[in-house]
């Protein structure tokens, strides 16, 4: 079993940063692919970034590409997030997932997420 546990959100302005962590403990070593999604209040769950862990290789929804940077330390088993000029359209509830058995592309569906973390709360004010 996996557990990720989240870190790192809070309340900024907007233009500001912010950087989440993302924590794995147990099986750390299953996780294949590690993605960041968000969920704004009244909305579905979106896809933000994820990376494949061996490789670094990193997939960005439009909507963050340029302004957020997926990262891996795996000595740390932790995944981060840097997010630069945020939005008060980033403002949501940010999860940490993992994906233990997709090899040949890196998944931007929730679904394909085996574990998932408790989330962390990210407001942008205007």
């Known amino acids: 079993q996996v557990q990720l546990v989240e870190s790192g959100g809070g309340l900024v302005q907007a233009g500001g940063s912010l950087r989440l962590s993302c924590a794995a403990s147990?099986?750390?070593?299953?996780?294949?692919?590690a993605g960041w999604f968000r969920q704004a209040p009244g909305k579905e769950r979106e896809f933000v970034a994820a990376?494949?862990?061996?490789?670094?290789?990193?997939l960005y929804a439009n909507s963050v590409k340029g302004r957020f940077t997926i990262s891996r330390d795996s000595a740390k088993d932790t995944v981060y997030l840097q997010m630069n000029s945020l939005k008060p359209e980033d403002t949501a509830v940010y999860f940490c997932?993992?994906?233990?058995?997709?090899?040949?592309?890196?998944?931007?569906?929730?679904?394909?997420?085996?574990?998932w973390g408790q989330g962390t709360q990210v407001t942008v004010s205007s």
């Open positions: 997932a993992g994906n233990s058995d997709t090899y040949y592309y890196i998944p931007r569906i929730g679904p394909l997420y085996d574990y």
């Open positions: 147990g099986l750390a070593q299953s996780i294949l692919n």
């Open positions: 990376v494949r862990l061996s490789d670094g290789d990193t």
